[in-house]
C-alpha cells in the first residue's frame, strides 16, 4: 500500500514544515542571507513582491522572499496575507506624480519634451550578455555623479501638451466627493468603474498582465499604442486626518508611472483623437507598468463604444482571472483530498457503464469473459479492459456532461 | 508491494483510541495576532454579510473577503466565517472528507488553536461549530450548532452562464429553466439525473444554491436541519446561509424523483449501512474495502459496540 497519505495528521505536516526550513536554508556553511542583502541586491525582486503584495514595506518584502524559498508569488501571497491583518486607519491623498523627484523618465512619442529625457538605471540599452566577471564576489561600481532631476525642476507631463491641443481626452475621473472603491475592502463586482480596474491591475500577476497586453499588440482587440510617458520616482505620500484637519507626510515611496497613448479613430458621440491607458506600480516596475497600461486601454473598449473581441478587452475575464494570490490558491488546491467527490463520481460513472453495457449486450458480455473474474469489486477493471476496446467509443457522454464537475473540489 | 486487509485497516485506523476524543485542552493563542486571526472590523464586516445572507436564505451576499495565511481555494471562505462567529467559549470541529484526521482538516484546526487557543474536538455531539469540507457529519445536529462550509464555487449556474454579470441576473428574475433543461438532457441521455455531488437545490423556493461539493448522499441534511449553515467562498467573496429549518428541496422530476446513492457493504469498522462509505483499495490488484467517510460516526458506533457486549454479559 504505497498511498493512504491524505490521513497525515499533524506529525506529518510538522515533518514537511521542519525539511522545507532545512531545504530553504540549503548548505549551512554557506552564509545565510540577510534580509538586508535582499533589500539592496534583489531589488527588483522586492519591488514585484510589493506590488502584488499590495504593501509598500521593502523589509517585510525582503523577509517574504527570504521565507519563500526565492518564489516571487508565494512572497506576495505571505505579505498579502500579512497585509490582511493590519487596520485600515486612513485613505491617503492621492500621489502627486506631477511632482516626482525624478529618477528615469523618457518619451518615445516627442524627441524633446519639456523637462528633458534621462534613462536612469535601465536594462534597455545594455547588451544581455552573460557577464562572468560578476560571478566573482567583491565587485565595486560607481555610479555617475550627475544629480537626479529634482522636483522643482518642473517637469510637466508630456501627455499634458496633447491635453491643451484637446487631442487626448483624459479618462472621466472619480468624482473627488465620491469615496473611491477600495478592492482590498469591497468584493469586486462587473461591470466595475475604472478605479476599481486600476487597483485590480496595480496588484495583478505580472505575466498575467503581459501576456494580455500582448495579445492587444498581435490583434485581439488591436489598439496602437505609444509610450507617452515613462517615469520613475520617488513621491511623498501625504494623509489628512480629518482630527487634525491639516496634511502630514508620511513616507516617500518609489513608483512607476505609464502613460500610454492610443489611437482612437472615432465613433457616432465621440471625434477622433488619442486615448489613454494608465499604469503605476510600486517601485521599480516598468514591464509591469506597461502591461497594465495597455491592459487599461483595451478594458475602455467598453466606454468607448468599440467592438470588443479580445479576450483583454473583456472586464470580467480580465479582473477575475488577474489575481495571482486567487489563482494559485485555486489550482493547487486540486492536491487536496477529493476522494469523496471522487467516490461520487466513480460510483456514478460505473451506474452509467453499467447502462451503457447493457445498451450492447453482446459487446458487455465478451469483454467479461475477456478479462473480468465474477466479482463486483473488480468492475473498475472490466472498465479499463473496455476503454481500451476499439469497438467502443473512447469518449464516453459521461467526460462531457461532466466537465464542469472537474472545476469543482 | 501489496499489503494485507489488515495492514492497510491498521494504517487507516489505528487500535490505540485517537487522543483526541475529548476536547482538546485550549493553546495560548499566538502573539501579535487579534483572536481568531482577522481584526475586529473586519469580522464585523463579515458578520453584516451573515446577518444578511441568514435574512435572504440561498441568497449569494458578496463580502469584503480577505486574503488568509491559506491559500485560496483551500477553505478561506469557511476560514473567514468561522473567524468572525467563533467566541472563547466555543468548541470547535474541522472535517474534511468527513474526516478529521486529513491533512488540510489538521492544518484548519491547527490554524484556529493558534490564534484562538479555543477547545477543539472530533465529536460532533460536542461541537458548537463544525467547518466542514465535502460532508456533513452523519450524527444529526442539533439546535445552537453552526456548520461553516467551504466553498471552492459559489454560482450554481456558472457551468451554464460562465459571466456572473448574467447569473446575477438570472437569480433575480428566478430565471432556473436552463438548470431544469441541464438536469432533463441528463434524464434523455442517461435516463437520470447524472451528478454525483453539490447536487443543486432550491432553498425556501426561490433561489437556487449550491451546496458545496458535498456528496447528494449529504443533501438531505441540509433540508429543515435545526442547526444554523454558513457557506462562505473566499476567492469568489460571496457569503450564503440556510437559517435552522429551512426547507432545502434537491431539484428534480415528478418521474424523475432525487435519490441517494447506496452501498452493497456495510462499513468495514463498524458495520454501518447507513452512512457515506469511503472506497479503500487496499491492494494492486484492486481489492477494495469501504469504510465510513465520517470518523467520528464510526468511532462512536465501534465504542458503543465494544460496551454492549460486556453491558450485556
Known amino acids: 500500500m504505497p498511498y493512504v497519505a491524505v490521513k497525515g495528521g499533524e506529525h506529518a505536516i510538522q515533518n514537511a514544515e521542519a525539511l522545507l526550513q532545512a531545504k530553504r536554508r540549503g548548505d549551512t556553511t554557506v552564509p545565510e542571507l540577510s534580509l538586508e542583502q535582499i533589500k539592496q541586491q534583489m531589488q527588483l525582486a522586492v519591488n514585484r513582491v510589493m506590488a502584488e503584495g499590495s504593501l509598500y514595506d521593502p523589509d517585510l518584502a525582503a523577509l517574504a522572499i527570504k521565507q519563500a524559498w526565492g518564489d516571487l508569488v508565494e512572497a506576495a501571497f505571505l505579505l498579502r496575507a500579512y497585509r490582511t491583518t493590519l487596520p485600515r486607519l486612513y485613505y491617503s491623498d492621492p500621489i502627486d506624480t506631477g511632482s516626482m523627484y525624478l529618477q528615469r523618465r523618457i518619451s518615445a512619442i516627442f524627441k524633446d519634451a519639456p523637462g528633458g529625457q534621462k534613462l536612469g538605471p535601465t536594462f534597455d540599452y545594455v547588451h544581455r550578455l552573460l557577464d562572468f566577471k560578476l560571478a566573482a564576489e567583491s565587485n565595486e561600481f560607481t555610479a555617475p555623479t550627475q544629480p537626479p532631476i529634482a522636483a522643482t525642476e518642473s517637469a510637466p507631463r508630456v501627455v499634458q501638451t496633447l491635453v491643451q491641443e484637446q487631442l487626448v481626452t483624459p479618462p472621466p475621473a472619480t468624482p473627488v466627493d465620491a469615496p473611491p472603491f477600495d478592492v482590498t475592502r469591497q468584493p469586486l463586482h462587473t461591470p466595475t468603474n475604472r478605479d476599481a480596474r486600476l487597483q485590480n491591475l496595480a496588484r495583478a500577476d505580472e505575466g498575467f498582465l503581459l501576456s494580455m497586453a500582448y495579445s492587444t499588440q498581435r490583434g485581439y482587440g488591436s489598439n496602437h499604442p505609444f509610450a507617452g510617458e515613462i517615469r520613475m520616482g520617488d513621491v511623498e505620500v501625504v494623509i489628512c486626518p480629518e482630527e487634525l484637519g491639516f496634511e502630514v507626510a508620511i513616507a516617500d515611496i518609489t513608483v512607476t508611472e505609464v502613460q500610454m497613448v492610443n489611437q482612437f479613430t472615432g465613433s457616432k458621440d465621440i471625434p477622433p483623437q488619442f486615448t489613454q491607458g494608465y499604469g503605476l506600480t510600486f517601485g521599480y516596475n516598468e514591464r509591469k507598468a506597461m502591461a497594465m497600461a495597455l491592459v487599461d486601454r483595451a478594458l475602455q473598449a467598453k466606454d468607448l463604444g468599440e467592438a470588443i473581441d479580445g479576450p483583454a478587452q473583456d472586464e470580467e475575464f480580465v479582473l477575475f482571472h488577474s489575481d495571482n494570490v486567487e489563482a494559485q490558491g485555486f489550482v493547487q488546491h486540486l492536491k487536496l483530498p477529493h476522494y469523496i467527490d471522487f467516490q461520487a463520481e466513480l460510483n456514478l460513472i460505473r451506474q452509467l457503464r453499467r447502462d451503457y453495457d447493457q445498451a450492447q449486450p453482446h459487446q458487455a458480455e465478451e469483454v467479461l469473459v475477456a478479462d473480468s473474474p465474477p466479482s463486483a469489486n473488480a468492475e473498475p477493471s472490466s472498465a479499463t479492459g473496455q476503454a481500451s476496446d476499439p469497438n467502443v467509443p473512447a469518449k464516453h457522454p459521461a467526460s462531457e456532461s461532466h466537465s464542469p464537475s472537474e472545476l469543482t473540489p | ?313
Open chain 2, 1 to 313: 508491494m501489496p499489503g494485507t486487509a489488515t495492514e492497510v485497516l491498521n494504517r487507516l485506523e489505528p487500535m490505540t483510541p485517537p487522543s483526541s476524543h475529548s476536547p482538546i485542552a485550549p493553546a495560548l493563542p499566538e502573539p501579535g495576532f487579534n483572536f481568531a486571526y482577522l481584526d475586529e472590523q473586519t469580522k464585523r464586516s463579515i458578520r453584516r454579510a451573515l446577518l444578511k445572507a441568514v435574512a435572504i436564505p440561498g441568497h449569494q451576499i458578496p463580502f469584503s473577503s480577505r486574503e488568509m495565511p491559506m491559500s485560496y481555494g483551500w477553505g478561506t471562505g469557511g476560514i473567514q466565517v468561522t473567524a468572525s462567529v467563533i467566541g472563547q467559549q466555543d468548541t470547535l470541529k474541522v472535517i474534511d472528507q468527513g474526516a478529521d484526521d486529513t491533512t488540510n482538516a489538521v492544518n484548519i484546526r491547527r490554524f484556529f488553536r493558534k490564534v484562538c487557543g479555543i477547545n477543539t474536538t472530533d465529536r460532533t455531539a460536542e461541537a458548537t461549530v463544525i467547518q466542514t469540507r465535502h460532508r456533513i457529519p452523519e450524527t444529526p445536529l442539533r439546535e445552537g450548532q453552526t456548520m461553516v462550509y467551504q466553498v471552492p464555487m459559489p454560482e450554481p449556474l456558472y457551468f451554464i452562464e460562465p459571466s456572473r454579470t448574467e447569473a446575477n441576473k438570472m437569480h433575480a428574475l428566478e430565471e432556473y429553466g436552463p438548470m431544469y433543461v441541464r438536469l432533463y438532457e441528463d434524464v434523455t441521455r442517461f435516463g437520470h439525473i447524472a451528478m454525483a455531488y453539490d447536487y443543486p437545490v432550491m432553498v425556501n423556493d426561490r433561489y437556487l444554491m449550491k451546496p458545496s461539493p458535498i456528496p447528494r448522499f449529504d443533501n438531505p441534511k441540509l433540508h429543515m436541519s435545526p442547526a444554523l449553515q454558513l457557506f462562505g467562498a473566499g476567492r469568489e467573496k460571496r457569503i450564503y446561509a440556510l437559517p435552522p429549518y429551512t426547507p432545502v428541496k434537491s431539484l428534480d422530476f415528478e418521474d424523475h424523483p432525487f435519490t441517494v446513492e447506496t452501498w452493497d457493504q456495510p462499513c468495514e469498522f463498524c458495520g454501518a449501512t447507513d452512512s457515506y462509505l469511503d472506497e479503500v483499495v487496499i491492494d494492486d490488484r484492486g481489492s477494495r474495502l469501504w469504510i465510513c467517510s465520517d470518523t467520528d460516526y464510526c468511532h462512536q458506533r465501534q465504542q458503543a459496540q465494544a460496551i454492549a457486549p460486556q453491558t450485556l454479559g
